[in-house]
T-cell receptor, first 116, second 114 residues
Framework: GAGVSQSPSNKVTEKGKDVELRCDPI?????LYWYRQSLGQGLEFLIY????????KSGLPSDRFSAERTGGSVSTLTIQRTQQEDSAVYLC??????????????FGPGTRLTVL | AQSVTQPDIHITVSEGASLELRCNYS??????LFWYVQSPGQGLQLLLK??????LVQGIKGFEAEFKRSQSSFNLRKPSVHWSDAAEYFC????????????FGAGTILRVKS
């Protein structure tokens, strides 16, 4: 079946512009995660959605970053007034809810963001 | 704070040789541990995971990992490396009390020479 998809695959923008990154999770997965992979920082957690619960935004690096998940499915990560340090690969993952241990997270191919 | 350390940034092994990638974690509770692989241009793929029970876990592609609580380690091994194993490998801790988010190590890039 279809995996996690992300769009666009690549995005080049100018400093100061806003960008939106989209994630389509696997159908039926209740949890959705955003991570960022950048040089020198490795993979870092950004935000987590689980069902109808309030999202865990503890990993968002600044208030320029926000995310929403509509209808419990598609998610959009928005970065306002982009800065060069926002350049990274943004990864989305989804999972089922699990009662026995952390559920397996399925990762999308990522969106490579370049801020000029 | 929770952290994962992968002390080797790059490792080069000959095809057919054995491989061990190191991972140490810092975490107060029982850890849930994962190894992921990322090939060039590909997404992260789960190799194996440890939740409880047998401390030696088997994964896909002939990989295994051993959880050693006394050493806070979860090293990844493969007895005979193939050229297709060249990729970046990430160790991660799953934090159930924080919504199952993953804390990743910095990654180890594996190069395989023929």
């Amino acid at each position: 079946g279809a995996g996690v998809s992300q769009s666009p695959s690549n995005k080049v923008t100018e400093k100061g512009k806003d960008v939106e990154l989209r994630c389509d999770p696997i159908s039926g997965h209740t949890a959705l995660y955003w991570y960022r992979q950048s040089l020198g920082q490795g993979l870092e957690f950004l935000i987590y959605f689980q069902g109808n619960s309030a999202p865990d935004k503890s990993g968002l690096p600044s208030d320029r970053f926000s995310a929403e998940r509509t209808g419990g499915s598609v998610s959009t990560l928005t970065i306002q007034r982009t800065q060069q340090e926002d350049s990274a690969v943004y990864l989305c993952a989804s999972s089922l809810e699990s009662a026995s241990g952390p559920p397996r997270q399925y990762f999308g191919p990522g969106t490579r963001l370049t801020v000029l | 704070a929770q952290s994962v350390t992968q002390p080797d940034i790059h490792i080069t092994v000959s095809e057919g040789a054995s491989l061990e990638l190191r991972c140490n974690y810092s975490y107060g509770a029982t850890p849930y541990l994962f190894w992921y692989v990322q090939s060039p241009g590909q997404g992260l793929q789960l190799l194996l995971k440890y939740f409880s029970g047998d401390t030696l876990v088997q994964g896909i592609k002939g990989f295994e990992a051993e959880f050693k609580r006394s050493q806070s380690s979860f090293n990844l091994r493969k007895p005979s490396v193939h050229w297709s194993d060249a990729a970046e490998y990430f160790c991660a801790v799953g934090l159930m009390e924080y919504g199952n988010k993953l804390v990743f190590g910095a990654g180890t890039i594996l190069r395989v020479k023929s």
